[in-house]
């Protein structure tokens, strides 16, 4: 698999989580280094953390792993469709209003961890599916046009950005 990322289309608005990652590596190796990171943080988090928010209003622990799940499994189906020559205009998500229904607060780290490695996991034999002519297909995504590869890219950027948000102000 190849890495031309940079000849890649996309909205200037993914720029930021795409240089959160190594460009240097191709999307497999991407989306395996950023969640071998981010299993090495949560190995140090102990469940009385998870319910843990750094100010009033922002999301706990539990809550911005299982924004991770949800912006994942969305953002797959994105490059799913766009692999498959979908040209939809598919509409954005709200993802504020999807943490009150996502049951954080009756889960355990563990268990968020063990969904996290099997998304990913299922991720990544996507993305590894798709053939060099399915990785160029773009397609829009709540206005902003995207290559399935760039979507390889964002989602390991989009965890790195959130976990940097961890160490940072969780931990």
Known sequence: MSNPIESHNFAEYFNYYISLVNKDDNVLKVLENTHLKTNELLDLITEDQGDYAYNEGKWTIKE????????????????????????????????????????????????IQKEMDLVRASTIALFDSFSEEMLEREGTANGN????????????????????????RYL
């Open 64 to 111: 911005l792993l299982i924004h991770l799940i949800d912006t994942e499994r969305i953002f797959c189906n994105r490059a799913l469709r766009f692999a498959r020559n979908d040209k939809t205009d598919l509409p954005g998500y709200d993802h504020d209003s999807y943490i009150p229904y996502s049951n954080a607060k009756d889960r355990t780290i563990c268990d």
């Open 145 to 168: 046009k995207l290559t399935v590869l760039a979507i390889g890219y964002i989602i390991g950027g989009h965890e790195a950005h959130h976990i940097n948000i961890l160490k940072e």
